[in-house]
């Protein structure tokens, strides 16, 4: 067990839909990512947060964004979703925001959209 | 063409074998290199950590990078039938980019 707790686990929506994932960092991580894995792209980097502030982007779309709250939990809102969009999504957290603060992963949401 | 290459497999080996996991990159920049694990159904963990190139060695693993030609490897000595899992390479440059550039795993499978 990393820590790091997401939830649901699973979740089943329509084309069309919005929903909310959420994530709780390991205890006195401030660093918060979040990950879309799929069979063909593999591990795909969305976005960083680190105490409250975005660090850094990756191929996150438009219909896509995220926040962390003071408590330091954070949610990753999908809005309009389209078929594509079914996949892994995870959460990391980390102390920090160097590369060399390892990261760890929660167990994962898995979205299909129908 | 991807930033980091990685064979999918499956790989499928007997008990006791070692076993060789590899991946390529294009980005010179990239200077941390990490392997995760991946169990089904479960989030990655840390295997190895190893920063610019050369070996590192934790129990039956071994993590060896080599700048020059782009290329990391992770051999697992005495493979166990608790070692099958898929195994994804990572990557980050220098400090201030902050975010992971991953391969698309290997699917392991060591047969008892």
Same mark, same amino acid.
């Given at each position: 067990d990393s820590g790091v707790t997401q939830t649901p686990k699973h979740l089943i929506t329509a084309t069309g839909q919005r929903v909310t994932l959420r994530c709780s960092p390991r205890s006195g991580d401030l660093s918060v990512y979040w990950y879309q894995q799929s069979l063909d792209q593999g591990l795909q980097f969305l976005i960083q947060y680190y105490n409250g502030e975005e660090r850094a982007k990756g191929? !996150?779309? *438009?219909r896509f964004s995220a926040q962390q709250f003071p408590d330091l939990h954070s949610e990753l809102n999908l809005s309009s979703? *389209?078929?594509?969009? @079914?996949a892994l999504y995870f959460c990391a957290s980390s102390?920090?925001? @160097? *590369? !060399?603060n390892e990261q760890f992963f929660g167990p994962g949401t898995r979205l299909t959209v129908l | 063409q991807k930033e980091v290459e990685q064979d999918p497999g499956p790989l499928s080996v007997p008990e006791g074998a070692i076993v060789s996991l590899n991946c390529t990159y294009s980005n010179s920049a990239f200077q941390y290199f990490m392997w995760y694990r991946q169990y089904s159904r479960k989030g990655p963990e840390l295997l190895m950590y190893t920063y610019s190139s050369g070996n590192k060695e934790d129990g039956r693993f071994t993590a060896q990078v080599d700048k020059s030609s782009k290329y990391i490897s992770l051999f697992i000595r005495d =493979?166990?039938? =608790?070692? =099958?899992a898929t195994y994804l390479c990572a990557m980050s440059a220098a400090s201030g980019t902050y975010k992971y550039i991953f391969g698309t795993g290997t699917r392991l499978k060591v047969l008892a």
């Open positions: 191929n !996150i779309l *438009e979703l *389209e078929l594509g969009d @079914s102390v920090g925001t @160097s *590369e !060399i | =493979s166990q039938p =608790s070692d =099958s």
